[in-house]
């Protein structure tokens, strides 16, 4: 690699981060959820998105802790990152 070549992250990172976007977008649909409270977490999910533009894995951080207090809220409604080969989110692990 040439030295004025910029570091990337692994691949790896942005598929699992994007797959729980996949997965918080399936949430956000659930109906129990006011459409009013909806419309606020689905900011949160765009802040955390454009966040992942700069440091992918503070921002999987940031959704997990999203994905905790939206199981609160839509109990159900969540999916759990068991669907990573490793059961955990990859997008997290440095």
């Given at each position: 690699?040439?030295?004025?070549?910029?570091?990337?992250p692994?691949?790896?990172?942005?598929?699992?981060?994007?797959?729980?976007?996949?997965?918080?977008?399936?949430?956000?649909?659930?109906?129990?959820?006011?459409?009013?409270?909806?419309?606020?977490?689905?900011?949160?999910?765009?802040?955390?998105?454009?966040?992942s533009r700069?440091?992918?894995?503070?921002?999987?951080?940031?959704?997990?802790e999203?994905?905790?207090?939206?199981?609160?809220?839509?109990?159900?409604?969540?999916?759990?990152?068991?669907?990573?080969p490793?059961?955990?989110?990859?997008?997290?692990?440095?």
């Open positions: 690699m040439p030295p004025d070549a910029p570091l990337r692994r691949p790896s990172r942005y598929a699992a981060f994007a797959a729980r976007l996949k997965d918080v977008h399936k949430a956000l649909g659930d109906p129990r959820i006011p459409a009013q409270r909806r419309a606020e977490l689905t900011k949160r999910v765009l802040a955390i998105t454009a966040l700069h440091d992918v894995t503070v921002a999987a951080h940031r959704l997990e999203f994905f905790n207090e939206l199981a609160v809220l839509a109990p159900g409604a969540v999916s759990s990152p068991e669907g990573t490793s059961g955990k989110n990859t997008a997290t692990q440095g």
